[in-house]
């Protein structure tokens, strides 16, 4: 379970998504054009109209604000596969499954979650499941599932699962360590997610913007 890979780069990526659908560069940069000349400025009397007109026209109210991605459930669905397989194949059903990669890191569960967001977004315009399907599908893609078809494309190889050897939980974390010391190339999304977040995180502390993030999912 790549924690930080799939949280920080799940993020980077809905923060990029969001920037782009809703027509803002996602590094800040403005390409609203000016004017570079003086011959595209307008005559007095083009302007003496322009005021009368506006004098007739009624107040405007301001501009609706637009609806902005979720990044609560952005971060819960980058993590939802694991978060779902790891103590029913991993824990509680260890017996059964021995595997910690089951229906939760299958594309019928992703297909699934994103048909629901379909529906809920269609009747109460919440992007709630939407989502939550975005992050698992990123998850599937940190994971490399297209490695295990049978998992992925579960159940068209069949309704069980593959067992996979058992895992010494207390022997995990220096195994990771020595990882990183020896093989730094396995754990490249790891590095680039917790680096990501440590930025995210410095910045929503300077901004004073953490409280936004709790309670609407706010990054910005």
Not at 117 to 144: E, M, P, Q, T
Not at 175 to 183: I, V
Request: aromatic share 12%; glycine share 8%.
């Amino acid at each position: 379970m790549l924690l930080f890979g799939h949280a920080g780069v799940t993020l980077g990526a809905g923060i990029l998504l969001d920037k782009l659908l809703t027509g803002n560069h996602p590094f800040g940069i403005k390409t609203n054009p000016q004017p570079s000349s003086l011959s595209s400025r307008p005559s007095p009397r083009s302007l003496r109209a322009e005021r009368s007109n506006l004098s007739d026209d009624p107040p405007t109210s301001p501009d609706p604000p637009r609806k902005h991605l979720d990044y609560r459930f952005l971060l819960v669905g980058s993590l939802l596969p694991d978060l779902i397989d790891k103590p029913i194949g991993g824990i509680f059903f260890y017996q059964t499954f021995q595997n910690g990669r089951i229906f939760a890191h299958t594309l019928c569960f992703t297909i699934l979650l994103a048909l629901l967001g379909a529906c809920v977004y269609r009747r109460w315009r919440k992007s709630w499941f939407l989502i939550l399907s975005f992050g698992s599908a990123i998850h599937l893609i940190l994971d490399g599932m297209w490695l295990e078809p049978r998992t992925l494309l579960w159940p068209l190889y069949g309704w069980s699962f593959a067992r996979v050897e058992s895992v010494n939980f207390l022997a995990w974390l220096p195994k990771m360590f020595h990882t990183l010391a020896t093989e730094p190339g396995a754990y490249i999304s790891e590095l680039i997610g917790f680096a990501f977040l440590a930025c995210v995180t410095v910045r929503l502390i300077q901004t004073r913007k953490v409280y936004a993030l709790i309670t609407n999912g706010l990054v910005e």
